[in-house]
């Protein structure tokens, strides 16, 4: 009893010493940063925090009409209506944020690099070194740098060594990667399955791990935040990714044995994840994954083990993405063999742009890649999306086409075949197939007798994410698997 209550009082002794914290800077108010530090907000109403951008257009619609905020996440500007301009602030002044904080989150993109030395495999590092450099420049008392953007393993050293060569005030690095999935972000951040954080095994190291845990712990139950070394941290981010990406290629490969053999892959799927070892989520076949991290993230592992000299593992995870690539080329291939191989001058309506539902995001969707290559193939492509701008359709693709350095004509050409409508009915109004590329709600809601009639017959309905199986009203289906 007396132990217990020594080592209680230990606890709450070392608990004391955890650092205070009044003020969070967060730099990036991208997916990540806005709905995370939205969500701390709402949760630790005592501190106060600052997200900041060189993005102006991005803060503003931060700071604009809730119903027009730059990221669509369900019941994200319900929380941002609660919380900003009380003890949530968006601003461009990135120097008087980092100066009036006490800890610091680092929330930017972390992209593929497109040049030099690992080009199309390394993270390009640029942006996260820039905020190490304005950190060091600008600060004037001790600070917290918290790694929330996904990084290779080892980059809190290169932080460091970057912050204490440019400056006079001690820092301390902590890693703490983000797991949340966008479409659920909200949901995933107020029930994580874990919050993970990796700081330096020394005193100091861990009062700033400890610092941050506390601030986790107002509604994180304490079991579920972990604390490992950075390095482990910075790894288990890239290992997360890879292997829900991994279990995704697994399922699209057997989709295609399954279409060669007769099985059916929502019943292997459901079949193999009723095995408890196995578990049944991540084994929906589509046409393949996209979103901006599974595919980089694999990337910049594939590069560590190569730079590592672990040649046979980074060919093992190159596979999710051959594989990856395998499926959506699969897909338009079948479109294109099931309209007498050819689609050229036929509309060929795209339902859903978005990598998945509930979200506005479109980075590495894998409608661009079907798109692309039916525009290819001289199709007249149509879309639909409830919740992406042509503009944002138009820039995807473009994006795409300077990346094969497209030659301006061509890009013409393909751009004048594109168009994007605000209903479905108008996007596959005389069209020839209809693809649902996204797993909308609404999609599965539609009158599908409607649509096959206003198409031209035979009219054939290609489902990517397998929403309308069993819907007796389509007569020309083709699911994946
Ligand atoms: P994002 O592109 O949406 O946002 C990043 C923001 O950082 C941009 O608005 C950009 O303008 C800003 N920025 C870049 N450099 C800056 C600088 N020097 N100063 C101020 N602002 C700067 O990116 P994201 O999707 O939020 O991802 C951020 C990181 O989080 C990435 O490393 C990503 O891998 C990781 N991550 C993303 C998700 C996700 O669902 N999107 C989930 C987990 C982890
Ligand atoms: C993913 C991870 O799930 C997050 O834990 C991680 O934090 C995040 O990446 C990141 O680091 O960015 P996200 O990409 O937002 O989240 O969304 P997911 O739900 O993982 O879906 C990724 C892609 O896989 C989507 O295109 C989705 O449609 C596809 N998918 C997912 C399938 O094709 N089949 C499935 O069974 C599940």
């Not at 099985?263 to 292997?268: F, N």
């Not at 993405?321 to 395998?326: A, K, L, Q, T």
């Not at 751009?415 to 709600?441: G, M, P, Y």
């Not at 198409?455 to 489902?463: E, G, R, T």
Request: one cysteine or more; hydrophobic letters at 40%.
């Amino acid at each position: 009893m007396a132990l217990a209550i020594k080592y209680s009082h230990l606890v709450g002794c070392l608990k004391n010493k955890n650092m205070k914290i009044k003020n969070i800077c967060c730099i990036g108010a991208g997916y990540v940063g806005g709905p995370t530090m939205a969500v701390i907000a709402s949760k630790c109403p005592d501190i106060n925090i600052t997200i900041v951008d060189i993005n102006k257009q991005r803060i503003d619609a931060w700071n604009g009409p809730l119903d027009k905020l730059p990221i669509y996440e369900p019941g994200l500007s319900e929380i941002v209506g609660q919380t900003r301009d009380k003890n949530l602030f968006f601003s461009t002044n990135i120097d008087a944020a980092i100066k009036n904080s006490e800890m610091i989150f680092i929330s930017v993109n972390t992209p593929t690099k497109t040049y030099g030395e690992g080009k199309g495999f390394a993270s390009d590092l640029t942006f996260i070194e820039n905020c190490a450099r304005q950190i060091a420049a600008v600060a004037k008392n001790n600070k917290i740098i918290v790694e929330k953007s996904t990084l290779p393993v080892r980059t809190a050293e290169k932080i460091k060594e970057v912050l204490e060569s440019n400056s006079d005030v001690e820092f301390e690095v902590l890693s703490n990667p983000e797991f949340l999935a966008e479409g659920t972000a909200v949901s995933d951040l107020l029930h994580p399955d874990r919050v993970l954080i990796g700081g330096e095994e020394t005193p100091s190291g861990q009062k700033a791990l400890n610092t941050l845990a506390e601030i986790y712990q107002q509604w994180v139950p304490e079991d579920k935040v972990l604390k490992t070394n950075v390095w482990s941290s910075e790894l288990s981010k890239l290992a997360a990714n890879a292997m829900l990406a991994q279990r995704i290629s697994s399922i699209n490969s057997l989709s295609a044995l399954c279409e060669k053999s007769g099985a059916s892959i929502k019943e292997v799927s459901r079949a193999i994840g009723m095995d408890s070892r196995i578990g049944s989520k991540f084994l929906n076949a589509s046409v393949g994954f996209g979103g901006s991290c599974f595919q980089k993230d694999i990337l910049n592992l594939v590069y560590l083990c190569r730079f590592y000299g672990l040649d046979e593992v980074a060919s093992y995870w190159l596979g999710v993405i051959e594989i990856n690539d395998y499926q959506k080329d699969r897909f338009s291939s079948k479109i294109l063999l099931e309209l007498n191989n050819t689609v050229n001058q036929k509309k060929i309506a795209l339902l859903g742009w978005a990598f998945k539902k509930d979200t506005n995001d479109t980075r590495e969707s894998a409608a661009i890649y079907v798109a692309d290559k039916l525009l290819d193939e001289g199709a007249l492509i149509s879309v639909f999306d409830p919740m992406v701008s042509e503009k944002q359709i138009h820039d995807d693709l473009i994006y795409l086409w300077k990346s094969k350095d497209l030659s301006d004509t061509k890009m013409k050409d393909k751009l004048s075949r594109i168009e994007v409508f605000s209903t479905h009915l108008q996007a596959v109004k005389d069209s020839f197939a209809v693809a649902v590329l996204t797993e909308w709600d609404e999609f599965k809601e539609y009158n599908w007798s409607e649509i096959q009639d206003s198409m031209y017959k035979p009219a054939k309905i290609f489902d990517g994410r397998n929403i309308l199986m069993g819907n007796k009203s389509i007569i020309n289906y083709y699911p994946i698997g």
